[in-house]
């Protein structure tokens, strides 16, 4: 199954992903993401192949992931040894709550484990309107859970709905979400946002990745 999947450079492919500087720039995200990760339950919103699920894994948690792809699902199975739970959802049109928990929620609430930590790397973007998306995310995440995302800053693509500045990428994430920490990723340089003192000169250009670590608002 792994052989189907074509690199586009939309998403990483085990054993076809051309160019190690794009693969490096995908490990430092979740390199970071791991930090959080020994928790007991994770969830990865659109997990593609799932390489970034098997390295945050390896802490102990239960893996969760949802993709759009069905042969992206079966390839992040295989690469997990079936260790996941991945299920194929259209973020743009289905309510993040209903599709993991409805279930539970009618027969007894108290069974819901919501999710301790949940990351979303270059998804939104991919959203014409990203607002169902994040209320979905925080109804399945704990009020003590965090969220990790990434958004490409002015970089046109035939695969991204949505262009977004610094400026609106933050103002869309703080309609749902408390910033504990903003990092700007450059190709393999990551920088955390307090140390440029609110510089915003040269972010918005291709190549420039916002990063957050967030928290529900109280």
């Not at 490990?27 to 192949?49: E, F, H, N, P, W």
């Not at 792809?69 to 194929?88: F, P, Y």
Request: with cysteine; net charge neutral; hydrophobic share 40%.
């Amino acid at each position: 199954m792994i052989n189907i999947l074509q690199f586009t450079g939309e998403r990483i492919v085990p054993n076809k992903t051309c160019h190690p500087l794009t693969m490096a720039e995908h490990l430092i995200r979740y390199s970071l993401a791991t930090q959080y990760a020994k928790v007991g339950k994770i969830l990865d919103v659109a997990c593609g192949t799932g390489y970034g699920l098997k390295i945050m894994g390896w802490l102990g948690a239960e893996k969760y992931g949802a993709d759009i792809s069905d042969e992206a699902l079966q390839v992040a199975k295989e690469l997990n040894h079936d260790d996941i739970l991945a299920t194929k959802i259209d973020f743009e049109k289905e309510n993040l709550f209903k599709h993991f928990f409805y279930a539970i929620s009618q027969t007894d609430v108290n069974l819901i484990k919501k999710f301790d930590l949940i990351t979303s790397f270059e998804t939104i973007e991919h959203l014409d309107d990203a607002n169902l998306f994040l209320k979905g995310i925080t109804e399945i995440l704990k009020d003590t859970g965090k969220f990790i995302y990434s958004i490409p800053l002015a970089n046109p693509s035939k695969y991204h709905k949505v262009i977004y500045t610094f400026e609106s990428a933050i103002e869309l994430i703080q309609k749902y979400f408390e910033h504990e920490e903003i990092f700007i990723q450059e190709s393999l340089e990551l920088v955390n946002f307090k140390r440029m003192n609110g510089n915003l000169n040269n972010l918005n250009k291709r190549g420039i990745f916002v990063i957050g670590i967030c928290h529900k608002k109280k």
